[in-house]
């Protein structure tokens, strides 16, 4: 174990997909068919659906996801007021590996913007929502039986009239954010009768469109598609949350994570007061090479630490 206080710096814009390495992300396991977990993208791992016996070289062209084109995976993104299609969040989605659905949702009525939602949700029947801001009670609003929830910033205050979500969602959301306040979203999961780990706090304001809080949209969309759920703060994190090389920290500011590289164990400090969620760039002070790292802070106080690769070496 290598003990050191390695200098940080900001995540590269243009992460470069750590390519064709058999490793376990929290939010994929190993399916029953004996398929392989063989990708890595933003800082999130997919599980290829290649079935036994199918070379790399199958005709079948296979998405960042790791899925055949035919096995997309469906995303309905539902965007806010006066925002546009195709913007920064469904792009990101999109080039890791979703096919999203990003349908224009009216500005001025909201249920007409729920009946949009509505008949874009019978019509692909997607795998995953994600609803943000004003797009976010459209989400809640509109009937989607039991497919998973992703809120960014929901204003369930101001549009609609549902006031409850449904166990498998997942909030999103800043302290900062000086348009839809968090308490909102506070009391969403109260009036639900969820956990408090259903939010989680990312990102400096309302629009979440920062590196990190994009790495963790797309985390918490593999998360619930995958009919997993975030560990309950009584959980065993290692049973519901398996982390590649995670480590349960000593004390409250510090942690651990294996480097991809060289394979040595690295413990690092952890600042508390950078939220519950971090993620950040470093360089391993024994290969040097670039890692990603993601620190999950739990309410009593223990850490999970996991890494991987900001480029590939191969």
Not at 55 to 80: D, M, N, W
Not at 198 to 227: K, Q
Request: with cysteine; proline share 7%.
């Amino acid at each position: 174990m290598l003990r050191v206080t390695p200098p940080r710096r900001r995540a590269s814009e243009n992460l470069v997909a750590a390519r064709n390495r058999q490793v376990i992300h929290p939010i994929v396991s190993t399916p029953p068919d004996g398929s392989k977990t063989d990708e890595t993208y933003g800082g999130i791992l997919a599980t290829s659906c290649q079935q036994p016996g199918m070379g790399r070289g199958a005709p079948q062209r296979a998405s960042p996801l790791g899925l055949r084109e035919s096995e997309r995976v469906k995303l309905l993104f539902l965007h806010g007021w006066h925002s546009v299609v195709g913007g920064v969040k469904p792009t990101y989605l999109k080039a890791h590996g979703y096919d999203v659905i990003n349908p224009s949702l009216d500005d001025d009525d909201f249920e007409l913007a729920v009946r949009t939602g509505q008949a874009e949700y019978d019509h692909h029947r997607p795998d995953v929502i994600v609803g943000s801001s004003r797009g976010g009670a459209v989400a809640m609003n509109i009937q989607s039986t039991t497919t998973p929830l992703v809120l960014l910033c929901p204003a369930w205050k101001k549009w609609g009239c549902v006031t409850a979500i449904k166990s498998n969602s997942l909030i999103l959301h800043s302290p900062q954010d000086d348009v839809v306040p968090f308490e909102d979203s506070v009391e969403l999961i109260h009036k639900s009768k969820l956990p408090l780990e259903t939010i989680i706090e990312v990102g400096n304001d309302h629009r979440l469109a920062d590196e990190s809080s994009l790495s963790v949209m797309l985390w918490a969309c593999n998360l619930l598609r995958s009919g997993l759920h975030m560990p309950a703060i009584h959980d065993d994190p290692k049973q519901s949350f398996p982390i590649p090389g995670d480590s349960q920290a000593a004390s409250q500011d510090e942690g651990s994570y294996i480097c991809d590289a060289c394979g040595e164990e690295i413990v690092i400090p952890i600042d508390l007061t950078q939220g519950t969620t971090q993620s950040y760039v470093e360089d391993c002070p024994v290969c040097c090479r670039a890692n990603i790292v993601h620190v999950l802070l739990e309410e009593d106080g223990k850490s999970q630490v996991w890494a991987e690769p900001e480029q590939d070496y191969s």
